[in-house]
Structures are given as C-alpha cells and as structure tokens.
C-alpha cells in the first residue's frame, strides 16, 4: 500500500464511526415519528372531546373543544368572563375539577418531562401557550397541541383512566418553572370529556 492509500483508507477508517453515530440517531426519530403516527392514526381524525369550563364560584366560563388532528389534538376554547391579560393554560393531569382545583393534579405529564417551552428537558405534553384576555373578558383561543391525542392506545391520551382537565390559571405561564411556570391560582377548570 503506498502512502497516499494508506492515509485514504485511515480516513475511510475514522469517518466511517463517525458517520454511523450520526445515522444512529437519526433512525431513532425516525421511528419515533412513526410511532407518533401510528397513534395518530389509531384516533379517528376528527374525533372529538368537550369540556365546560367553571370558575371556582361555579361561574360558568365558556367551553372548549378538542378536536384529533393529524397532528396533534386541536383546541378551540370559547370562553367569557375572564379577567383580562395573559393566563396560563394546562392540560393537567386527573379530569377532577373541585374547587380550588387542586384536584386536577399537576401538569399532564406522562413522559416525566420538566415544565416549559422554554426548558431543556421540557415540555410536560400538558403544556399549552398562554392566552390573552381582553379587557371584554370574552376571547376565543385555538392551538394545536402537537403531543396530546384523543386516541385510547396512545400513552399520551387525555382520555386516560382518570381523564384530564384544562386549567386556566391567574397569570401567566413564564414557560420555564417546574413544575407550572409560575401561573399563580387556577381560576377555572373543565374535564375533558370524549363526545358521545
Ligand atoms: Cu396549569
């Protein structure tokens, strides 16, 4: 072998691991998101689960609909009565809404991640951008959550044993406290419900 091959083979050599470790990952998302799929698929697109949503004086405060998707579970909450400015908004965890609400539990969050958009080791699939009342009280909010699905196979159903309820907090989620963002009291909740 003279130099030059043998310094091609060397390079041949150090790249090859190199390239293997950089495929290895890449097939486990890949499966990944073929598992997400999978589970998509296992809800029937356009499936559908409501929630009323009641302040802690039994105040009625609007609805909410979830709608599966083929990403994800769209939420359109309808909702009046609310006092104005930024709110954080939840999936949590048991579909119990007793007032002062902490019968819901903490944040959706089967997979034991960290709270917020905005950690490392996060988000909770529970987690949902905060919403932005006017001063009327009244707005209507529609986000896709990308993690949750209505299918009764998948780990992340919000149609679980227990359920799951939508909380809607005083203030504002700061995206990046575990384990709820700092949102202050849960002024009102409503248990997500599969539509008959
Ligand atoms: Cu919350």
Redesign the pocket.
């Known amino acids: 072998m003279n130099k030059t091959a043998f310094l091609a083979a060397v390079a041949v050599l150090s790249i090859g691991p190199a390239i293997a470790q950089t495929d290895a990952p890449a097939e486990g998302e890949g499966a990944a998101t073929e598992t997400t799929q999978a589970e998509t698929a296992a809800a029937e697109i356009g499936a559908t689960a409501t929630a009323t949503i009641k302040g802690a004086d039994g105040a009625d405060h609007g609805k909410a609909t979830f709608t599966q998707t083929n990403s994800g579970v769209l939420i359109r909450a309808e909702l009046t009565g609310l006092p104005p400015g930024p709110h ?1 908004f ?1 999936f ?1 965890t048991t579909g119990a809404c007793e007032p002062p609400f902490e019968s819901a539990g903490g ?1 959706f969050n089967p997979n034991n991640a960290k709270h917020g958009f905005l950690a490392e080791a996060g988000p909770h699939v529970g987690d949902i951008p905060n919403i932005e009342v006017p001063e009327s009280g009244n707005t209507t909010v529609e986000h896709v959550n990308a993690f949750v699905s209505l299918s009764p196979d998948s780990g992340n159903t919000l149609l679980d044993e227990d359920g799951t309820a939508i ?1 809607i ?1 005083a203030g504002p989620d700061d995206y990046k406290t575990d384990p ?1 963002g700092q ?1 202050g009291d ?1 002024i009102a909740c409503g248990v997500v419900a599969a539509a008959p």
């Open positions: 954080g939840h949590h944040h909380v907090h709820s949102s849960r």
